[in-house]
């Protein structure tokens, strides 16, 4: 499995807008669906946004739907996710991951099996 490096992240001020990316390699990428997901502190894991292998097709949580964008550029193996209006609320560590498991919705974590270390978004008010 190829490794998933997020970058991207930091303190931003409310209001804000951000683009976190998630840089992988090879056919990860291209053969897979990928996803965001968020934790908290004292949280658990939050489902964000899932895209489909080619891009086509994308789901956002309905907790950010107003305000986030997931995109993936195969070329380039990197996957991005958007987030304008930022809220202190959004302050979390972000994840990126690769769908492979299908017995599990897009928006369980149980669908994802290669994970990103996270990276820290904080959102000052």
């Known amino acids: 499995q190829a490794q998933l490096k997020e970058s991207g992240g930091g303190l931003v001020q409310a209001g804000d807008s951000m683009r976190i990316s998630c840089a992988g390699s090879?056919?990860?990428?291209?053969?897979?669906?990928m996803g965001w997901f968020r934790q908290a502190p004292g949280k658990e894991r939050e489902f964000i946004a899932h895209?489909?292998?080619?891009?086509?097709?994308?789901t956002i949580a309905d907790s950010v739907r107003s305000r986030a964008t997931i995109s993936k550029d195969n070329t380039k193996s990197t996957l991005y996710l958007q987030l304008n209006s930022l809220e202190p609320e959004d302050t979390a560590v972000y994840y990126c991951?690769?769908?492979?498991?299908?017995?599990?919705?897009?928006?369980?974590?149980?669908?994802?099996?290669?994970w990103g270390q996270g990276i820290q978004v904080t959102v000052s008010s």
């Open positions: 895209i489909s292998a080619r891009g086509g097709t994308y």
């Open positions: 991951a690769v769908r492979r498991n299908f017995r599990y919705n897009y928006d369980n974590e149980g669908a994802y099996d290669n």
């Open positions: 090879g056919s990860d990428f291209r053969e897979h669906g």
